[in-house]
């Protein structure tokens, strides 16, 4: 076997274009890989970051919440006079005033306990004795010193609200549940400095601990809330409150200080940049929950934030070589056959034939083979160029036909927002100048599940989800119009969990307030329906306004049965007279998706209301939509 040569003039043409070739390969698959990898851990990480200070502020906001209705609730007592003037009053002495006295003061109590949130358990006020109101039954422990207690001693020093960590129940016999709690000095209305009692409010820890739970660390990641001492509130690896003495770092077991927390917070530069904790690297991002003086920690282990990535580097790095190993063994077999370029241009062919594109004359030849073998390369590039650029047109008129629709359905999310907005907010700002603050609150609170619901999604909701949309719009416009609206929403519960297209019947519900209501000064009712019908789903949205001409009915009619028809020139034209858009839209929406066996149909006569009936396929049940050649039009 012949030795090979250190001098590289003496090696073979094969042999060098292999070794250029491979090492060239080898080259560029090691260095985008490196590169890739370096700018993807980068962009990960930055990314990484911003979401999970999202996902924490998030999480401030629906804690920052749960503490509000502590705090609201331990200021209750000053809304309520017929207590603080009990409070104010000296206790009786005879044993059936004193009855009669803690009666008034634990109802007013449980009172209070009607409105916050479920895991808000008790409420307690340590006054002449102490009063409890709760949403469970309990024996007060009359044992138990109230000047044992470090909180309640120093809730009589200070004005402020005092937060006591998580602690099994206090002043009850047989306490049960673990809670934390809010505890404030009740003054006197009329003398500021003379304290009535001290109020204590427990609440369920598991609410803290529910609300965390749901933020995923990863593994080897933490989640803690500290409090302005340093104490622990909540910790994702225990799920228990510790002292900020507790817990020192462990490097071998990867337990983590809460108490160095602070303090590697300051030491980053960017949010996205590493702290050191031992043998790791974590990502540490840092929110406040300013009402409650707290901080909100997340440490993500970068090690496992990229092991997937390093994973995948590895394995297309792999990938990669055994692709350069094949090509240079390809390249190897091609140079074997170059003295055979006629035969190398029919095999060409025969791969062109079978429908293969991608081929190409290897040869460079200034003979008749190179001239032959050019002008088959002109031939292919032009054929895959007519075949590129007529896939491409395809692909853009598909494109467009997609974003028609995509601009349809948010046209017709978007189109009920201004005039209701204004008006729902005019409405609410009436109710609270008018002093109704919790139909205000009630108001808000609809208004909020409405945007919401049109603000997100993925074009797709639940039968029931809509309804209860459909229930929130029609109870701001009932207090809208006061005593002229009134609606009922009957729905079997087997339709309810049915997938629909979302704001599926927002546009016949806003057809009948405008149409039925507010041109007319009596009373109209809705009515909305949700039945299983055979193999079919049927709703009915109706009203008892004062319907429709017969010829403006048959008008429409006709207008549902052309409304997927396709106009000669691509366009859509909305109806002159301007009825009846809302309506043709929907129907064409449930036309193109499920066929033209589905979509709506109107009912009615004039003076006798008008009925909007909407059928749809079953889950499961197999649709013909025929061949869809209607553009979309917009809304």
Not at 615 to 633: F, I, N, Y
């Amino acid at each position: 076997m012949r030795r090979l040569s250190l001098d590289p003039r003496t090696w073979s043409i094969r042999f060098q274009l292999m070794a250029v070739t491979g090492f060239l390969i080898v080259l560029s698959v090691s260095l985008v890989s490196a590169l890739s990898y370096a700018r993807y851990v980068e962009d990960f990480r930055r990314q990484t970051a911003a979401e999970i200070r999202q996902t924490l502020e998030q999480l401030s906001m629906n804690v920052e919440g749960y503490l509000d209705d502590l705090f609201r609730l331990s200021l209750a007592p000053y809304y309520n006079d017929a207590l603080m003037d009990t409070l104010e009053t000296p206790p009786p002495s005879e044993e059936m005033a004193q009855l009669g006295r803690r009666r008034r003061i634990e109802d007013a109590l449980d009172e209070m306990m009607i409105l916050p949130r479920k895991d808000i358990l008790s409420v307690y006020l340590l006054a002449d004795e102490i009063y409890r109101g709760g949403r469970y039954p309990a024996s007060m422990d009359d044992a138990q010193d109230r000047q044992s207690f470090a909180w309640y001693r120093s809730a009589l020093l200070t004005k402020e609200t005092l937060f006591v960590p998580t602690h099994l129940e206090q002043l009850v016999e047989n306490p049960k549940y673990r809670v934390f709690s809010i505890v404030k000095r009740l003054n006197s209305l009329h003398a500021d400095n003379r304290p009535l009692g001290v109020i204590k409010v427990d609440a369920n820890y598991s609410g803290i601990e529910a609300i965390c739970r749901k933020i995923g660390t990863g593994h080897g990641g933490s989640l803690f809330i500290l409090d302005e001492n340093g104490a622990v509130v909540y910790d994702s690896g225990s799920g228990k409150t510790r002292t900020a003495g507790a817990g020192l770092i462990d490097v071998s077991d990867g337990q983590i200080d809460p108490v160095l927390l602070p303090s590697l917070s300051a030491q980053q530069a960017k949010p996205e940049d590493a702290v050191q904790i031992g043998a790791h690297r974590y990502l540490l991002s840092r929110v406040e929950i300013a009402s409650a003086r707290w901080s909100i920690y997340s440490l993500t282990d970068l090690a496992e934030l990229n092991r997937n990535a390093a994973s995948t580097r590895n394995r297309t790095f792999w990938m990669a070589l055994a692709c350069a190993v094949f090509a240079l063994l390809i390249l190897l077999l091609f140079t074997q056959r170059f003295l055979h370029p006629l035969f190398e241009i029919v095999a060409l062919m025969r791969r062109v034939e079978g429908g293969d594109l991608a081929v190409a004359f290897p040869g460079r030849r200034q003979d008749e083979i190179g001239f032959l073998g050019a002008a088959f390369d002109r031939m292919v590039r032009r054929v895959r160029d007519m075949i590129e650029e007529r896939g491409r047109m395809a692909h853009e008129v598909y494109e467009a036909r997609l974003l028609q629709t995509e601009a349809q359905i948010h046209a017709l999310t978007s189109q009920i927002k201004p005039h209701f907005l204004y008006n729902a907010l005019n409405l609410i700002s009436m109710t609270i100048q008018n002093g109704q603050d919790e139909d205000a609150v009630a108001c808000l609170e609809q208004l909020s599940s409405i945007l919401r619901s049109m603000t997100g999604g993925s074009g797709e909701n639940a039968v029931g989800s809509e309804m209860t949309l459909l229930d929130a719009y029609l109870s701001i416009q009932k207090r809208r119009y006061s005593d002229r609206l009134d609606f009922t929403i009957d729905v079997e519960p087997e339709v309810a969990g049915v997938i629909v297209p979302s704001l599926l019947f927002q546009p016949m519900v806003e057809n009948c307030v405008v149409h039925a209501c507010e041109r007319r000064k009596e009373k109209t009712r809705i009515r909305i329906v949700g039945r299983r019908d055979g193999e079919m789903l049927q709703f009915e949205i109706g009203d008892d306004g004062p319907g429709m001409p017969p010829e403006k009915l048959a008008a429409l009619r006709e207008k549902l049965r052309h409304a997927t028809e396709a106009p000669s020139d691509g366009s859509f034209v909305a109806p002159a007279d301007g009825h009846g858009v809302g309506l043709l839209n929907v129907h064409r929406r449930i036309v193109l998706r499920y066929g033209k066996e589905y979509g709506l149909s109107v009912d009615g006569a004039e003076g006798a209301g008008t009925v909007v009936k909407i059928r749809l396929p079953l889950p499961g049940t197999v649709v013909d939509k025929g061949p869809d050649t209607s553009p979309v039009e917009p809304v």
